[in-house]
Every structure is written in C-alpha cells, then in structure tokens.
C-alpha cells in the first residue's frame, strides 16, 4: 500500500501512530512492510491457505461474533441436500462439467423445492460463465431464495456454519506453514491479533490491491476474506470491512460507468443475444426480486430514457432492443485472440498500452498487426501505437513493418489537469476536479472525441433501420470554447437524471418503472441533487465531523459505509458506544447516527415483510445487506460465481508445488487459451523452477506511459531489475547492479540485477522454494527517458473464470545470468526452453 | 528576523517514496541527476548534491528473524530517511562565502543568492555534512533554499507540503523540538529506545540545525557525520596565530601569492558532482 498508494498510506501511518497494529502479508518485504509492526512473507499465490486456516481458527476455537453472524449472515441457512464439497470431490464442487471445464451451480441452492430457484440457478452456469457473469454482481448478489429454511442453533449438518466447518478443517497452521511458508508462530500472532482486535468493541479491516486479484482464484481470494470478515463481525462497521485498492485514478468510476462489455452502468447485466427476447424476459432472468435489485425494472428502465429519451416508449420496451446484445465472452483476451484470429477488425485502445501493459505481450502484438485500424489516444505516443515500427518482433524478425497492414489512428489525449469531470475513488467517493489549463495542441479530452465522433457519425446516418438506435440517442450536450468542448457537468447530470418536472432527482428511490423518470446511472442518482453538483463539495474536514458527509459523493445516496445497518445490533442498538456509527431512534421512529444510514430511514428493526413482499419491502429490519435477495451477508454463496460457492485453495496454473489439498492442482474453471502462440510452463517442471511475481513501483505508473518521459521519475527508478535474494544470487552466480536474463515459455527478457535481503527463499513442503520480483513499467518506447524490456512479455495467458483477470502475480520462471541473446538467437533459446 | 523556522524529518513514518525530492526538484526546476540504475537498494539519486536538495537514503538491514525459510538474512527492516541540508546555527558555508552570496534569510535559514555566488567553491568543503556542492555546467554552488520564495508568499515548502505521512514536518524551530521531544518519548514508550534525535540540540558542534531528524540508528547508518562540527570554529583563534606570525613571513607570503594564484583555485573546480 505504500509502495503504489503512498497518498491513502498515512491513514495507515495515522492509525498506527493511535495503536493499531499493522500486518503485512506480501512475498517481499516492501515499502508498506517497513512500517508495519509485522511482514509475513508469503509465497505468492498462496493466500486462500492462509485465509482459509484464520476462517478455520475462528471456526474451531467458537470466536466468531456469534451474534452477528446468527442476525446478519447466512451462516444457519440450510443448502441443497444435493451439494457436495471439495472435500468429497477431492477438489471439485458439485456440478462440474469437465468438457467446458464449468460448474452447474444448480446443486449449490439453498435447501427448498426447485421451482423457487431463480431462473439463472436452473439454467446452469453456462451462459452465465461465458459471459463473465459474475462480475455482474459487482456491488449486489444473484438471486437466492429471499427466505430459505435455517437451523438458528447452528448444528444441522447442512447449515453453511457446519458446511464452512467441514470445507476449511484440513486448513491448519501447520499447512500454512507448508504452503505459504509461514511459521505457527508468525500465524498464531496474526490470528490472535485480529480476532482479539473484532467484536464489539473493535474492528479489524482488510486491504488488498492486485496482490490479490490478479490469479485465477482471484475473486475467491476476496471471499475467503469476505467470509472472515462476516465472521468476525467487520463488516458494515466503522473500521471494519474489506478495502480494495484500485489500480488507477477512477478505476471504481470505471466499473460503476463501466468499461467492460458485460455490464450497463450500476451493475446491470448487459443483455444477451439468445438468452434475452425482450424487457421483461431480460428482468425475469437477471436477478431476485427481493432486496433493492427487486426495483431493477425503475434502473433500467430509467437508463433506457436518459440514453432514448422521447424515443423510449412503454410500447416498444422503452428501446431495450436498441442495446448491443453478448453473444459470449468478449473480454481483453478473447478479444485479442480474436484479432490473432482475424475475426476482430478494429480497436479502440484509450489510456491504455496493452503492447507493454497486458500479459502476454506478444500475443497483443501479433493482435494488434493483424488488424484493419487501430485508434490510440493518449498522452505520450505509447508503444501499442509504435509496435509496427519498432516492436520487439521486429528485432527477432517474427514481423516485418512492410506485411503489417494495420492502419493506425493516434489521437493524442488532454490529461487529467487538462479537462474537467469527476474521479470516483475506491471508496465510491466521488470528486469533481476543474480543468487547470487548456490542452497542448491537438489533445483534447475524451468526452470531447467520444461527442464529437458520435455527433459526425449522426451526421452521416440514414434512414436505415440499422441506424434508428444511434439516430434516436440523446446526444445533446452544452458546446464551450472554440473546440466545442461538451459540458462534463451536463453530463454528470443526465447521469444523476431528473423526474416528470424537469429537475434533477436527489435519490434512486425515485426511479420509476414507467418512463417518467431517466437516470444514467442509478447508484449515482442523487449526485446532483438540487441541482447542485454535489461532486464538488469541498468542505474542508476540520469544519465538519470525522464522516464528512460535505466533502464530495459517495454513491449510492451519499454514505460513506455500505451495509451500515450492522453497525447496529438486531434491536437498533449501537454493538458499543466506542464504535456507535448509526442506529434505531424509536421516538422518532428512524435510523440515525453519524452517517447517511444504508437502510430504509423509517423501517423498524421489528419490522416483519409481509407475505408476498417484493423488494426491500421483502427484507426484515434486521436484513442490514439489502441488496442481497436475503438481505444477509454471504458466508457461502448459492448462486453467482463461476468457480464455487466457496474458496479453496489451488495452485496458480504455473507453479512449482503440488497441491496437497486435493487431486484437483489448479482452478478447474480458470480460463485458459491454449495455443502456440503463448504456451503455458508445465506445472512443477524442472525447467521453470522459481516463483515469478510482478508489480509496481512507487516511482513510476503502470506501463510507464505517464511516468517514463518525466525526468524526475525516471532518475528515481531509471531500469528494469529483478530482485533476487543473496541465497539465489549466490546459487546462480548473479552479481548486484549486473545483468539477468529471466525466462518462460513466453519470451526471454533482461533486467539488472537487485540482490536484496527484502526477497527471501521460503520453505514450502521441505524444499526451499526462490522467488524473483520484476516490476513492470518498462517498455521500448512511449517517449520513454528510460526504457527497458517488457515485463509483461513473461505471462501466461491465464485468467479467472468470474472476472476474466490474468494471472499476473504467480508463475514460474528461470534465471541466467547475464544479458539475454539477441534476434533469431533469443527465439532459438525459447525453443530450447519450451522443447526439453 | 522573524521566527526561525525549520524542518523536522521523522524517519519513523518515511515510507521512501521520494515525493519530497520530486516536488523540491520541479519547485526549485533543478535538473535531474542523470539515469543511473545505482543497484543500492531503491535509492538512484546517491547523495544531496547540487541538483538533489532532498534526497532519501534506503537501508536495509539483516538482523536475527523469526522465520521457517532458510534464514540466510532476510531483510527486517528498512530504513529510510529524507536528508536535506541542515539549516546550521553556525553555518560555515555563509562564514566562508566571500561574496555575501550566502546569508540568513529572515526565517533564520541559509540560502545562496545565485546571482550574487561567484562560483568559488569554498563553502563547498566547508559545510561539515557535505550538503553544499556546485554545478559543473555552470560552477555555482547549490543548495536547499526551505523554500525560501515559497515561504515569503507565505507556503510551506514543497517536500513538507508534499509529504503523505507527515515525515517531514516544517514550522517555528522552537515548536518543531517540543513535537519531536513528544514523538521521541512516545516511540521509547514504545519500546523503541533506538529512536533519538540528530540536529536538535543547540549545544551541539553547529549550535543546532534549522533542519534536524529522528533516526532509528546511529547518524552514520544514514550518512551523517557523528559529532558535526561547524569548519569555522576555530577560525578567531587561527586568525589570532595568523596576526602573530603575520609580521615576520609577510615577505614569503607576497613571493608564494603573485606564483601559485591559480593554481589555487583549479582544485576546487573538480568538486562538481556527476
């Protein structure tokens, strides 16, 4: 956290400097281990063992917040008599399908007669995996039962607490030991400290970044977290929960507004080509209709009227046909293997550089020079721009610039001082920041290219019906300035919406299911409420209290912690005085407390949903979880993930150990991309024994893009290195400030070498296991002062099944010393790597 | 003068991401230092010189751990630390500076005038930690102004204000060493007894430093010298031997003078920085 958020780290230094104790778990010793009272080095790729064995202590020794669980969780909901675990399936669940390597999720239900199960339960997993389906759940649940059988004492063998009991018992200190490479007494002193440290009276939070997402395990790696945390009663509470550092400036606007093909904004599914036939048909199928979701009708229906505006009727489904339809996975990868293929034409690449940036670099760029156009528009001429004419391939002689037929587009980008909008941060806290100055030259900012370009292409539209959905957008916007530059407030308002009056709405509880209402984005509804920008409230902390509610937005509704409800016990009452944070005023007959409460302000905790309800007029008063078709924190999840309704540990798809929880080694749902172009190392092989794990550096950004032409950067940290340890050093004669080569089946790079004590050897089931750390901003280009080999270049093209991210943290690879051939020499030493 | 006003640099909480030294660089628009993969842990930069007025020490060091690998050393802990220049109370680079191109700013801090510095180089050995250096395109001498211009406009300087953990802390000298005699009591409370002070005291070899830090070691682990002492402390009884012998080798004195004039000076031109 210090090492690539070192603004949001003094909260840490903060915390620390009023006792709180700090672990961290990381396989080196960083920046943030430096001052933490406690590093564990941790073999990468190892995390669920270690999570899973602190869900296990809690488990064993009774320690969870019983209170909380019993009221909050679903630790006493009974499932299907049909499920079975990995401990019965020697590493599978229940449902697996080994030709499509994918689950059926239907035996993982909550215990009740099958027709109640939600449409997307019955239909199997499928679809909904070949569409990354479960990233559709971003901030919500899939449907389930609103209210399944449960055994309040905890004791049926089929309740989720008995069946978490089972699934995490062989998850011992000792395996921890085995696995991860940390001592019974490292781990003891982390388990005693967090689960002393929850309860009433504390809270205890957990922080990852990519260190936990980016592996085929990855969403799983969370939920192991998740269920800790629910246990342990942290969540919803003032320094409870689990806190995702986001890899980029609005990286959380992204997905709310979302850049990714499987989703609408506010987390509605993007509709199908064969599963969808019309609105209603997609409403019955996506999502419960208890808890919030059940009004997903007013968020769509509203979204199809800020986009269609007068054109969107009730007669013809308010245009839902208008929307692009999924035929399967369209992700980065399949995206580019599409390209390979010849069945992608064109590319959009904004603000990003996959040429240096993604895993398997050359894959991208055999994507990228197989391609009829290509439109790259940043702010340093990047490398995915440049590939053509001095890419890496062209050195070994696998492209040529003359058969590259690609026709490239640059477009260069107004950065982020150069324009106004909003950021939304990894705390849903949205800020409105002004322009500073005028763009250079020809750079302008992307609302004004994606305006301007959908305003030319209307300009040249027909009366086709091909061009009605385009032809009938709302596209009109206020025009500043001689470039005609759109009005980003405007904007920020139609995404708030506004009702039958005209004015904007201050809350998504106004949504409305019959057109009447039209909203963006309906978590954000309420971000320009009374007209006012709330976006930009800068209302300095000292001035109000230690939520500050006045400083910016925080979807939805402006609260600053979701779930806020738990933070109360069942009656209302704060757990403790010291973490009091909202709670039940009986006199006025509302919730109140120190932040926007996350529930409906005047429904009592006593309140019992009538029979029927729909809704959040489903959920009880003491569901705090309301956007869950239970309203209870998941500690096992019926329906939703593609790999499991619980985590298990596996090996990364490369790696040097065997897994000795199960038969099963990796992922059985992960996806792969078996193809020569970028073969993967063969597990636990003799020729790619050591742990490869890569990140980033505190002085540099992402692909280097932003940060390599900057002379005051790049001085800092100006060439790639690996860092070993001096034990590996010494085996392999690698000598400090000098040369490494570092191999996989991939390619062969370069990198100086950094011999620092910080990496260590670890022991994992009595053989010393080595890992090797390279960051990755470097690249050959992107107006580069400093530049080096690609990094990135090194993965395999591996991902997780729910959210389609690479395995970019946890591999193998070899080490040489020296500096790597050169041309047709370095491709003759990677046949001899992936022949022998 | 106003109140004096200085830093107070507490490594405790530096997290070594060098925000210090970027931002004093594009305040100050100093040039970089070139692009040198030094292979000393994360530190590039080396030392202060010229055109690095912060610079931030990485060490890492092996001590005895708790773990199940192999034990061949892993690192435990990581020291780093944002020097700058001290600030001195006796400062011997202003005493030696010849063209009054060095002087006590107002705030009490030191600060050379570069269109006044002449390029002679004599602070440069003079200043007992090494700060002051001189450019080789140009032959001035460089160095750490706290931000002078900043602080007349009434801001605190740009490695303070940059600063996301509050390491480096900037305010009147007399508040700064109440805060760290705090933060020293509260680390020993701790069971930190490593903490202590450098800089701080008035009664040390330069009287005290305008900019003083809270190390986790001893001085010399980051780079500082033990027991600074001010060059020119002995200059007044020098001077007085001086006079003395004055008289009887005036003669030799003038024949060395009009022989050896620039030759003198050429040793001093090499003490540029890479």
Request: zero cysteines.
């Given at each position: 956290m210090a090492e690539c958020h070192p603004v949001g780290f003094q909260w840490v230094v903060e915390a620390r400097a009023r006792g709180a104790k700090v672990f961290h778990v990381d396989p080196r010793f960083t920046r943030t281990s430096a001052l933490a009272d406690r590093h564990l080095p941790i073999r990468a790729g190892s995390d669920i063992v270690l999570l899973g064995a602190l869900v296990n202590h809690v488990l064993g020794n009774e320690l969870d917040f019983r209170e909380y669980v019993l009221a909050y969780t679903n630790a006493a909901t009974l499932v299907s008599e049909d499920f079975q675990d990995t401990e019965d399936l020697d590493g599978l669940f229940s449902g697996f399908d080994p030709e499509t390597c994918s689950y059926d999720p239907k035996s993982w239900s909550y215990e009740g007669p099958a027709e109640h199960a939600p449409g997307e339960t019955l239909e199997g997993g499928l679809h909904h995996a070949a569409a990354a389906g479960?990233?559709?759940?971003g901030s919500s649940g899939a449907a389930a039962h609103p209210s399944p059988p449960t055994d309040p004492t905890l004791r049926h063998p089929r309740c989720v607490y008995q069946i978490l009991r089972r699934h995490f018992a062989r998850y011992t200190p000792q395996l921890v030991e085995q696995l991860c490479g940390i001592s019974p007494e490292d781990f003891a002193e982390l388990a005693d400290a967090i689960t002393a440290n929850s309860g009433r009276e504390r809270t205890t939070a957990w922080v990852y970044s990519v260190g936990w997402t980016q592996h085929t395990v990855g969403a799983q790696y969370i939920r192991t977290a998740a269920i800790l945390q629910l246990l342990l009663g942290n969540i919803g509470r003032p320094g409870g929960g689990i806190l995702a550092l986001r890899g980029h400036a609005s990286i959380q606007g992204s997905t709310d507004i979302?850049?990714?093909?499987?989703?609408?904004?506010?987390?509605?599914a993007m509709p199908h080509a064969h599963r969808h036939t019309g609105l209603d048909d997609y409403l019955a199928r996506e999502g419960g209709d208890t808890g919030f979701w059940g009004n997903r009708r007013s968020y769509l229906v509203s979204l199809l009227k800020a986009w269609w505006g007068e054109a969107a009727t009730e007669e013809n489904d308010f245009c839902f046909d208008h929307l692009p339809r999924l035929t399967g996975d369209h992700g980065h990868y399949t995206t580019v293997m599409g390209q390979i293929d010849g069945t992608v034409k064109g590319y959009f690449v904004v603000g990003?550089?996959?040429?240096?940036?993604?895993?398997?670099g050359r894959a991208q760029r055999l994507g990228l020079a197989n391609l009829g156009w290509l439109v790259v528009r940043d702010l340093t001429l990047v490398e995915t721009a440049t590939f053509w004419q001095d890419g890496p391939e062209l050195e070994t002689g696998e492209m040529r610039t003359e058969d590259i037929a690609t026709e490239v587009f640059f477009l260069p980008a107004a950065s982020h001082v150069e324009k106004e909008g909003t950021f939304t941060n990894t705390q849903r806290l949205l800020q409105w920041r002004e322009k500073a100055l005028d763009p250079p030259g020809d750079c302008r900012s992307d609302l004004w290219f994606y305006y301007h370009l959908g305003r030319i292409l209307r300009e040249r539209l027909t009366g086709d019906e091909i061009d009605r959905p385009l032809r009938e957008l709302t596209w009109d916007y206020p025009e500043d300035g001689e470039h005609r530059e759109p009005s980003a407030a405007a904007v920020l308002r139609e995404i708030n919406g506004v009702g039958p009056d005209g004015r904007a709405l201050s809350s998504p509880t106004q949504l409305r299911p019959d057109g009447s209402t039209t909203c963006g984005c309906w978590i954000y509804c309420g971000v320009y409420a009374g007209e006012v920008n709330q976006a930009a409230r800068r209302r300095p902390g000292r001035e109000q209290t230690p939520v500050a509610p006045e400083w910016g937005w925080a979807w939805p509704a402006n609260r600053r912690i979701l779930y806020n409800r738990a933070s109360a016990d069942p009656e209302g009452r704060p757990w403790s005085e010291r973490k009091a944070y909202v709670w039940w005023d009986a006199e006025r007959g509302e919730w109140t407390g120190h932040d926007v409460p996350d529930f409906e302000r005047n429904k009592p905790p006593d309140y019992v949903p009538p029979e029927g309800a729909r809704a959040e007029a489903a959920l009880s008063g003491t569901d705090p979880f309301v956007m869950q078709s239970d309203g209870k924190g998941w500690l096992y999840v019926p329906a939703g993930l593609a790999d499991g309704p619980l985590p298990a540990h596996y090996e990364p798809h490369e790696s040097p150990v065997r897994n000795p929880l199960y038969g099963q080694q990796a992922n059985p749902a992960r996806r792969t991309y078996p193809r020569a172009v970028s073969p993967y190392n063969p597990p636990r092989s003799p020729r790619f024994p050591y742990v490869l794990t890569t990140y980033r550096l505190t002085e540099h950004h992402t692909a280097g893009a932003m940060s390599r032409p900057l002379a005051y950067l790049a001085e800092l940290q100006p060439e790639l290195f690996c860092e070993v340890s001096p034990l590996l050093a010494a085996e392999l004669g690698l000598a400090n400030g000098d040369w490494a080569t570092i191999v996989t089946s991939r390619t062969v790079i370069e990198a100086r070498v950094l011999v620092t004590g910080r990496v260590r050897p670890l022991r994992i089931q009595g053989e010393t296991v080595h890992q090797i750390g390279l960051p990755y901003h470097w690249g050959w280009g992107g107006g580069g002062l400093v530049t080096g080999d690609v990094t990135n270049d090194l993965l395999p093209l591996v991902l997780d099944p729910n959210v389609y991210i690479q395995e970019s943290k946890a591999m193998t690879c070899d080490v040489r010393p020296g500096r790597r051939p050169r041309g047709r020499a370095m491709l003759d030493l990677l046949e001899e790597y992936r022949h022998d | 003068m106003t109140e004096r006003m200085g830093f107070f640099t507490d490594t405790s909480v530096c997290i070594g991401c060098k925000a210090c030294e970027v931002a004093c660089k594009e305040w100050n628009q100093l040039p970089d230092d070139g692009f040198v993969f030094e292979a000393t842990s994360y530190d590039n930069t080396g030392q202060l010189g010229a055109s690095t007025w912060r610079h931030v020490a990485f060490i890492e060091q092996t001590r005895p751990v708790r773990t199940s690998g192999d034990g061949d050393g892993g690192v435990d802990r990581w020291l780093m630390s944002s020097d700058v220049c001290k600030h001195c109370t006796h400062a011997a680079c202003l005493d030696v500076c010849p063209t009054g191109a060095l002087f006590r700013t107002e705030f009490g801090t030191v600060v050379v005038q570069e269109d006044i510095c002449n390029g002679c180089g004599y602070c440069v050995p003079a200043c007992p930690f090494g700060v002051i250096d001189r450019r080789e395109d140009d032959g001035r001498a460089w160095k750490c102004t706290m931000c002078y211009d900043r602080q007349r406009g009434g801001l605190e300087p740009a490695c303070a204000k940059a600063c996301p953990t509050d390491s480096i802390q900037f305010g009147p000298l007399d508040e700064l060493r109440e805060r760290a005699a705090d933060r020293l009591e509260s680390l020993h409370a701790e069971g930190r007894p490593e903490a202590r002070l450098y800089g701080e005291s008035p009664d040390d070899g330069v009287g005290g430093a305008g900019a003083f830090f809270l190390l986790l070691d001893e001085p010399e682990v980051y780079g500082l010298p033990p027991d600074p002492v001010?060059?020119?402390?002995?200059l007044p009884s020098m001077w007085r031997w001086a006079g003395a012998a004055a008289l009887s080798v005036a003669g030799v004195v003038a024949v060395a003078f009009s022989g050896g004039f620039s030759g003198g000076f050429a040793g001093f031109r090499d003490g540029g920085r890479r």
């Open positions: 479960a990233d559709r759940y979302p850049t990714l093909f499987n989703i609408l904004p506010g987390y509605l990003e550089n996959p040429a240096v940036g993604s895993s398997g | 001010v060059t020119t402390r002995d």
